[in-house]
């Protein structure tokens, strides 16, 4: 069975940090991507960030690159977003995905999620 479970989310003030943590069952770095997307209250759900292993790509929207840092520990199947200097626009439920082979932010094409874990950014 898959099973993508987040952990890491809270409230954190304007600067701040918060790293997410994604524990992967059921499927391999070798044949999925996997990423993040994010829904904000009363928008749509957006990709974030997302690596594959299988073609070395790693993907960033323009509004983190630089600020959100994606890894994974694959002894202990987990993919990480480490998020620093955080901003109210960061707000919003933080899903972990999963998509065979290549990176996608196109929410249809995503195989796998997360159930989600709500991040906070006072201002």
């Known amino acids: 069975e898959v099973q993508l479970v987040e952990s890491g989310g809270g409230l954190v003030e304007t600067g701040g940090s918060l790293r997410l943590s994604c524990v992967v069952h059921?499927?391999?770095?070798?044949?999925?991507?996997i990423g993040w997307f994010r829904q904000a209250p009363g928008k749509e759900r957006e990709g974030v960030s997302c690596f594959s292993r299988s073609d070395g790509t790693t993907f960033y929207r323009d509004s983190v690159r630089g600020r959100f840092i994606i890894s994974s520990d694959e002894t202990k199947n987990t993919v990480y977003l480490q998020m620093n200097n955080l901003e109210p626009e960061d707000t919003a439920v933080y899903y972990c995905?999963?998509?065979?082979?290549?990176?996608?932010?196109?929410?249809?094409?995503?195989?796998?999620w997360g159930q989600g874990t709500q991040v906070t950014v006072s201002s």
């Open positions: 995905i999963a998509h065979a082979v290549f990176c996608t932010i196109s929410e249809p094409d995503v195989d796998y």
């Open positions: 059921g499927l391999t770095f070798d044949d999925y991507a």
